[in-house]
């Protein structure tokens, strides 16, 4: 049975394959919205121009961002379901009555709202999976939802692109829109059938534990959170550039992408369960250093048939960076207020994702064609150094910090 391959408890997947679903259309539907729909039909229908679209983007992945660790703490406190109805509802309000909007400040308004509505959502939704986990698969569990919802927010995109892209189509916007619209109502409807799901549901139990909790025990956390989105995002901008510069077609370097994903893929189960069996502070250090690896080939410009095994090392190396980060971090937050911990772990991780595009232009303009695949290899070398050699004290006991 399906059930039994995944790493969640009988009884909890009610409440966890509902959630993970609503997610994975969620980021589908903002990523369609703001990065695809919104830059064309603002400027084609709301006279609006890309600087004040793509400030509004910005406020609104920013709310996000900022409030997670708050919006953590209000998921357990008030309940995830509440928060969760919340969000979808103030997504179909924003999505509906873009149509209608014609006020910049509104728009700003909207988005930021927006995006702390949202910013429950993460952070309530990895701490479910995890602690909905069967025992001893929590690493698993971490990786199998993160590897769920993560592709949604590529589809999301790329699927509204297509349709509101002049040169791809004929520019279906209404269509577009209703596609959009629709979605946020499935995700509304996910979000009224689990509104009684209350904060204790967080918890491996059903009370709050009191344990005391220092903030500065996330410090030795904050280098993986921040490299190793940092370390991929700051490729975003240069990667077209790159391929083009070695002589890769769009087809091609698309091959290596898919091939990528599909190696982490396939591999993602092994990781997670050599995570949850052994440690997953050694498997994020393999993770990392492969990565680091596949970043200094690709840096030393390689013949074309060689990008190909590069791409597989890629995704092996990020197939245990999944678990091994999410196990990492379940094993060392609270049992107690661990959504608003866990919130405050993704902000650092939105740090790193914000900041790499703008790492990888100023490097590619600067140094050139091989300083971001340099840097990007440096920064995940030094993390899985840090992991190799730092204390065994750091992670043992805290909060079940296992080694």
């Not at 980021?27 to 793509?54: C, D, K, Q, S």
């Not at 002049?166 to 619209?181: D, F, K, M, R």
């Not at 904060?199 to 344990?211: C, D, I, K, P, Y």
Request: net charge positive; proline share 5%; charged share 10%.
């Amino acid at each position: 049975m399906i059930s039994s391959s995944l790493p969640w408890r009988r009884d909890r997947l009610k409440y966890v394959l509902p959630l993970l679903s609503l997610l994975a259309l969620t980021e589908f539907v903002r990523t369609g919205f703001y990065a695809a729909f919104l830059p064309v039909y603002g400027t084609h229908h709301l006279g609006l121009n890309l600087a004040l679209i793509g400030l509004a983007m910005a406020l609104h992945y920013g709310a996000d961002s900022f409030s997670k660790s708050v919006g953590g703490y209000l998921a357990e406190h008030l309940g995830l379901g509440r928060m969760v109805l919340l969000g979808a509802l103030v997504g179909l309000v924003v999505v509906f009555g873009v149509v209608y909007l014609h006020s910049a400040w509104l728009l700003l308004l909207l988005a930021m709202v927006h995006g702390v509505s949202l910013s429950p959502l993460w952070p309530g939704v990895m701490t479910l999976a995890n602690s909905s986990a069967r025992p001893g698969e929590e690493s698993r569990a971490i990786g199998f939802a993160n590897m769920a919802v993560n592709p949604f927010i590529g589809v999301g995109f790329l699927a509204i692109s297509f349709l509101v892209h002049p040169t791809l189509s004929v520019g279906h916007e209404p269509l577009a829109w209703l596609i959009l619209l629709g979605l946020q109502a499935v995700i509304a409807l996910l979000a009224v059938s689990q509104w009684k799901l209350g904060g204790h549901q967080l918890r491996h139990s059903g009370r709050s534990t009191q344990e005391a909790y220092r903030w500065t025990q996330l410090m030795p956390l904050v280098p993986a959170a921040l490299v190793q989105t940092l370390a991929i995002t700051l490729l975003g901008p240069v990667i077209n550039l790159f391929s083009a510069a070695v002589g890769l077609s769009t087809l091609q370097l698309a091959a290596m992408v898919l091939l990528g994903g599909l190696t982490a893929y396939g591999f993602l189960n092994l990781s997670g369960r050599l995570a949850d069996r052994y440690n997953p502070r050694w498997v994020l250090v393999c993770g990392l250093v492969l990565v680091s690896l596949a970043f200094s080939a690709l840096a030393a410009l390689p013949r074309l048939h060689w990008y190909y095994p590069i791409a597989i090392l890629a995704g092996l190396g990020y197939s245990a960076i999944v678990p091994g980060w999410g196990g990492l971090v379940a094993k060392s937050l609270p049992k107690a207020n661990r959504a608003a911990t866990w919130g405050a772990l993704m902000t650092v991780e939105s740090l790193g994702t914000a900041s790499g595009p703008l790492v990888g232009g100023f490097a590619w303009t600067t140094w050139g064609i091989r300083s971001p695949f340099v840097i990007a290899a440096s920064l995940l070398f030094l993390a899985a150094l840090f992991y190799l050699v730092t204390s065994r004290s750091r992670w043992v006991g805290r909060s079940g910090a296992a080694q």
